[in-house]
């Protein structure tokens, strides 16, 4: 299905000038990129998804339908047991930023550094979750969770350390203290949830 009929031309170009942005790489995302997708999440009704490597090079974006983007695989492949060195960013124009079983999925498919949606309310960041890979105790892939987060506290994490934490951690055996490890890298605060990820 092409996502991008019936979307006005300027907003499409708006999408596509992003690939040309840089995010400070050690952020999530810039304070520019998330007002720009959210006002295209706004304008069009759609969720919009953007994917930064670990240079913080915008490397593509997408534009989903009301309830999903594909979150499509954009990844070099770096051996079995890493990640993909992606992280994906994506709206949920319902204003609801928590992640979802899609998103976990895509997650795991997709093995993402990490994995972001952002709640959109009459065009601004409302809130954002980040999700995570983490081995479960059955030493299966699951997932941690962080946030929700407001802006201001989004644009104060240090994403490179935490990815690059988790990275190191993957290929071991769950161990509850390197669990909650992962995510007090992520500015120590203390709200995650772990679970396991439904195929
Ligand atoms: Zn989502």
């Known amino acids: 299905m092409d996502n991008t009929k019936n979307i006005r031309k300027s907003i ?73 060195g992606i992280r994906c960013v994506h709206t949920h124009p319902n204003g609801d930023g928590r992640l979802s079983d899609v998103d976990f999925s895509a997650l795991k498919k997709l093995k993402f550094d990490m994995i972001g949606a952002i709640g959109v309310q009459d065009g601004e960041m409302k809130n954002c979750q980040l999700g995570f890979l983490c081995p479960t105790e059955e030493g299966d892939m699951g997932f941690a ?19 690059e934490e988790i990275e190191k951690n993957l290929g071991t055996q769950f161990d509850p203290v390197i669990g909650k490890k992962f995510i007090a890298f992520v500015n120590d605060i203390p709200e995650y949830i772990y679970g396991d990820i439904v195929d």
């Open 12 to 84: 499409l170009n708006k999408l596509t000038e992003l690939e040309d942005y840089q995010v400070e790489k050690h952020l999530v995302i810039s304070e520019e990129i998330i007002d720009i997708i959210c006002e295209i999440t706004e304008k069009t009704g759609k969720e919009v998804a953007i994917y930064v490597d670990r240079r913080g090079s915008v490397i593509s974006t997408e534009i989903g339908d009301e309830n999903t983007v594909s979150l499509k695989s954009v990844t070099k492949r770096r051996g079995e047991e890493s990640l993909s």
């Open 145 to 163: 969770a962080a946030g929700p987060y407001t802006k201001e506290k989004l644009l104060k994490i240090d994403i490179l350390s935490t990815i």
